[in-house]
């Protein structure tokens, strides 16, 4: 069963259904994934949240088919999956870009993985660099980048294939405040226009109203989604103070009361 789930009764875009993972390491054994089900509709924000170490990335990477599981099925548009997924693409908590290419050629690192051919590819970077506002950066390296500006370009580079869906693993976690959020505001803009579908990380339960419509609580050891919260507050949030909404404050008052009653808190 999917917990909580009530504003959606359509069919999921993808599914996640009885996730187990198991780490062995010296001496440890931890269990990150323990019978995780989850769903998610299409074209719905979703966040996990949860304190570090309760599986969340393990979660993402599975889905993605970058990390195997120990058991379970993950399926998209009611389709199976196995091994990495072209529909799916994934934004990572460390900004990785390749330092000898320039932001255009890693804005196309997933088309030229996909086999597009080189002007497609171009022009197709060229639209989502414009998306992010870095169009007139194309041509340089990446280290003469803000942090803000090259997680802008890992967040080009995934929206450049058309993802299904969008994973993102804590993308604005190493980033100053104001960085962060700016670019909240600016991914939430793009999920509104682009219709996207997206799958988001966070620590930060704020930064999970703000952007979400529903927010899983993830507990950790053994990893497990114990609640899925509705975030009904009115879009666009950028036009109002979502901090000091009564409703974001009730919200926020349930999310940290849940979580405190697991083994951890969030950071
Ligand atoms: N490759 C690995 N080998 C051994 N243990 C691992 C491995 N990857 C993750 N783990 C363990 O699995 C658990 C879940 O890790 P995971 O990275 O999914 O947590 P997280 O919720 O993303 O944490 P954070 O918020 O700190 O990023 C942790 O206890 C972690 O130590
Ligand atoms: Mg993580």
Redesign the pocket.
């Known amino acids: 069963m999917d917990p909580g789930s009530s504003l959606h009764n359509g069919k999921p875009i993808l599914e996640v259904k009885e996730m187990c ?1 198991t ?3 010296k001496e ?1 054994t ?1 269990i ?1 994934l323990d019978h995780v089900n989850l769903s998610v509709y299409k074209g719905e924000f979703i966040s996990l949240v ?12 599975i889905i993605d088919g970058l990390e195997i599981a120990d058991a379970g099925q993950r399926s998209l548009e009611g389709v199976p999956l196995s091994g990495i997924s072209q529909d799916m693409a994934y934004v990572f ?1 460390d900004i990785n870009l390749l330092p000898w290419r320039s932001v255009l050629d890693n804005a196309a690192l997933g088309l030229e993985a996909r086999g597009m051919g080189k002007s497609e590819r171009k022009d197709r970077a060229m639209e989502v660099l414009e998306m992010v506002g870095l169009a007139s950066f194309a041509s340089s390296p990446p280290y003469t980048l803000s942090g803000g500006m090259q997680q802008r370009v890992g967040v080009a580079r995934a929206l450049a294939v058309r993802p299904k869906v969008l994973l993102m ?2 993308p604005f976690g190493q980033l100053d405040n104001f960085t962060r959020e700016a670019l909240q505001v600016e991914i939430a803009q793009l999920w509104e226009k682009l219709g996207m579908t997206i799958v988001f ?1 966070t ?1 930060d339960v704020d930064e999970a109203i703000f952007l979400s419509d529903r927010v899983a609580l ?1 507990q ?2 053994p ?1 497990r989604i114990t609640e899925i919260v509705d975030v009904d507050l009115p879009r666009p949030r950028a036009d109002y103070d979502v901090r000091a909404h009564p409703r974001a404050l009730e919200l926020r008052s349930h999310i940290m009361t849940h979580l405190r009653a697991g083994k951890g808190m969030p950071e």
Do not use: I, M, N, Y
Request: proline share 7%; with cysteine.
């Open positions: 993972k780490f062995f390491a440890r931890v990150a949860g304190p570090s170490g309760c599986g969340k990335t393990t979660l993402l990477r908590q693993d804590e990380v620590h993830f950790p050891a990893g």
